[in-house]
């Protein structure tokens, strides 16, 4: 018996004879890569995995390699094409050849490779995700938040080294309105597979704090388009759904729109167009006070005018009334001068008490209207205080000039132009850069 045995080493070369002769040269097989290294000498090695439809166990196994001169050809081909890394958790489809060695076992050798399969796997599970997070009526949630009218307190979700984090900061803290933003940094990892769970733990920090925050941005500059895988993902899409702050995204790209752009909030294409978003959301504001202002000054001092043309019409009114009764009073004292007889003194006395009487009369009339008048007038001098533009501008309001004339579109300001900022208590003078 033992001259018949066979060596391991010998049993194994027949496997190995065996598979040579019996399978054919090279086929094309679907399978999922479950893990992927690349090593020093630019050989690829692979973990190819194949999972049950119904419950997503793994039902088959194998290793697999591309050589150094075959990867260098595939993978830009892959990913140019694709416009996705080519990583673990994606389904490919490769043509290999099966190599058994009695050493190291079995194991596929990857020789070429069919983007178009990953492109089709892609989009169905980027609409699966759609469609499940639609049934779950969680993919509206966040855009039907209500954004503050000035969102001033900013949490950002960003990788510290992203060339747009810095971009995005230099933007808001360098704007030519001078407009100030509290800005705090939640790191993330922002590309590879830590990625989805990196902004999800950085998304639960910021939670602590939900009552302070007025927004979240989320922003990578840079990096391949590849990169955005982790932005499609169901679990990530689904926190971005239901968090209760409104969340911008500025992922760097224009062409493809992930699911985390879909279900955010307001989705711009990069950081420094969420910069220019938020500035304008205050710019906006300040156009329509300084509008305001302007309206309420014009409508004070249109106010101010009537009140003073009132009065001067008054005054016209009153000097004509006391000539009258002056005239009135003359010409009674010459008709009593003419008709005076024996008895003088006492038609002097009668005169005299009749005069008084009239000048009690005169005094009471002429002091009834001018109360009268005063009265209306305090009136007056009450609601044009209300309207004093010095009170509007005691309440934190300022008005800008520019060579007299109130500031109310940016366009009227040139480079170099000097203006005049006039505040409840002094000026301030700058000039435009």
Same mark, same amino acid.
């Given at each position: 018996?033992?001259n018949?045995?066979?060596s391991?080493?010998?049993l194994?070369?027949? %496997? ?9 040269s090279a ?8 893990e992927?290294? %690349? ?10 995995i194949?999972?049950?439809p119904?419950?997503?166990s793994?039902?088959?196994?194998a ?6 001169s %075959? ?7 892959? /990913?140019t ?8 958790g ?17 194991s ?12 089709g ?8 995700i759609?469609?499940?997070?639609k049934?779950e009526g ?10 503050? /009218?000035?969102?001033g307190?900013?949490?950002?979700? &960003?990788?510290?080294?992203a060339?747009g984090l810095?971009d ?13 933003f509290?800005?705090?940094?939640f790191?993330a ?6 990625? /989805? ?9 910021i939670?602590i ?10 922003i990578?500059g840079?990096?391949?388009q590849?990169d955005?895988?982790?932005?499609n ?7 971005l759904?239901?968090?209760?702050l ?6 760097g790209?224009?062409?493809?729109e ?17 910069a220019?978003?938020l ?17 309420l ?10 009140e ?8 016209l ?5 006391v000539k ?5 009073c003359?010409?009674n ?19 005299s ?7 009690v ?5 002429v002091?009834?209207?001018?109360m009268?008048?005063?009265h ?33 579109? &940016?366009k ?11 505040l ?8 435009t850069?």
């Amino acid at each position: 018996m033992e001259n018949e045995a066979l060596s391991l080493h010998q049993l194994l070369g027949q %496997v190995k004879s065996t598979l040579k002769h019996a399978l054919p040269s090279a086929w094309w097989v679907i399978a999922e890569i479950s893990e992927l290294k %690349v090593n020093y000498s630019g050989h690829c090695y692979l973990e190819l995995i194949d999972k049950e439809p119904a419950n997503e166990s793994i039902r088959a196994r194998a290793r697999a390699t591309i050589w150094s001169s %075959v990867f260098r050809m595939l993978q830009p081909y892959f /990913e140019t094409t694709t416009q996705t890394r080519l990583t673990s958790g994606i389904k490919v489809m490769v043509k290999v050849t099966a190599d058994f060695h009695e050493l190291y076992g079995f194991s596929l050798n990857i020789t070429d490779i069919e983007p178009s399969f990953t492109l089709g796997d892609l989009a169905r599970q980027k609409q699966e995700i759609i469609n499940r997070l639609k049934a779950e009526g969680v993919f509206e949630m966040n855009k039907s938040l209500q954004v503050p /009218e000035l969102p001033g307190k900013i949490a950002i979700i &960003s990788s510290t080294t992203a060339a747009g984090l810095g971009d995005f900061i230099d933007q808001l803290s360098g704007n030519q309105f001078g407009y100030k933003f509290y800005l705090k940094l939640f790191p993330a990892i922002m590309q590879g597979n830590e990625a /989805e769970q990196s902004i999800i733990q950085a998304l639960d920090r910021i939670y602590i704090y939900e009552s302070f925050f007025d927004a979240v941005v989320l922003i990578r500059g840079g990096g391949a388009q590849s990169d955005l895988n982790c932005f499609n993902s169901y679990w990530l899409a689904s926190h971005l759904c239901q968090f209760p702050l409104p969340i911008f995204t500025g992922i760097g790209h224009e062409q493809d729109e992930t699911i985390a752009d879909m279900v955010a909030h307001t989705r711009l294409k990069t950081p420094t167009a969420v910069a220019e978003f938020l500035i304008s959301r205050y710019h906006e504001a300040d156009i329509n006070i300084n509008e305001l202002s302007q309206q309420l000054l014009d409508l004070v001092s249109d106010k101010v005018a009537v009140e003073k043309e009132k009065l001067s019409r008054y005054l016209l009114l009153l000097k004509p009334a006391v000539k009258e009764r002056l005239a009135i009073c003359s010409t009674n004292l010459k008709i009593l001068g003419t008709n005076l007889t024996g008895s003088l003194k006492s038609r002097l006395v009668t005169s005299s008490e009749l005069m008084s009487r009239m000048e009690v009369m005169m005094k009471n009339a002429v002091k009834d209207f001018l109360m009268v008048r005063k009265h209306h007038l305090e009136m007056l001098r009450k609601q044009n205080n209300y309207l004093d533009p010095f009170l509007i501008l005691r309440r934190g309001y300022s008005v800008t000039y520019l060579n007299g004339k109130a500031v109310k579109e &940016s366009k009227m300001v040139g480079k170099g132009a000097l203006l005049e900022t006039r505040l409840a208590e002094g000026i301030i003078k700058s000039k435009t850069l």
